[in-house]
């Protein structure tokens, strides 16, 4: 069983930035694209950004392109979410999910493994 634990969630000031990051331990697999979602009170959980197991590829939901980044560190079975330029609309509670696939899934059912979450909260 793959464990996630996300950190780096909390409360900032709209303009401001976090960083996301999503550690993976027990029976971790060796090649396992990433994705970061979120959900909002209220609404349905939402990809947010996907990056394939090596970190050549990457998706970002057009309302954070040009705002965040997602990257990885297979060598300490980690991965990122840097985010900049927050809006008060980015407030929601964000998932780190691991799926078996090389390339990443863009749908939740393509995920096979998910974190507890973690809040931000971007204050207007």
């Known amino acids: 069983q793959v464990h996630l634990d996300e950190s780096g969630g909390g409360m900032v000031q709209a303009g401001g930035s976090l960083r996301l990051s999503c550690a993976a331990s027990?029976?971790?697999?060796?090649?396992?694209?990433r994705g970061w979602f979120r959900q909002a009170p209220g609404k349905e959980r939402e990809l947010v950004a996907a990056i394939n197991w090596s970190g050549s590829s990457t998706y970002y939901a057009d309302a954070v392109k040009g705002r965040f980044t997602i990257s990885r560190d297979n060598a300490q079975n980690t991965v990122y979410l840097q985010m900049n330029s927050l809006k008060s609309e980015d407030t929601a509670v964000y998932y780190c999910?691991?799926?078996?696939?090389?390339?990443?899934?863009?749908?939740?059912?393509?995920?096979?493994?998910w974190g507890q979450g973690t809040q931000v909260t971007v204050s207007s």
């Open positions: 027990g029976r971790t697999l060796s090649r396992t694209s």
């Open positions: 999910a691991a799926s078996r696939t090389l390339s990443y899934p863009v749908t939740l059912d393509g995920y096979d493994f």
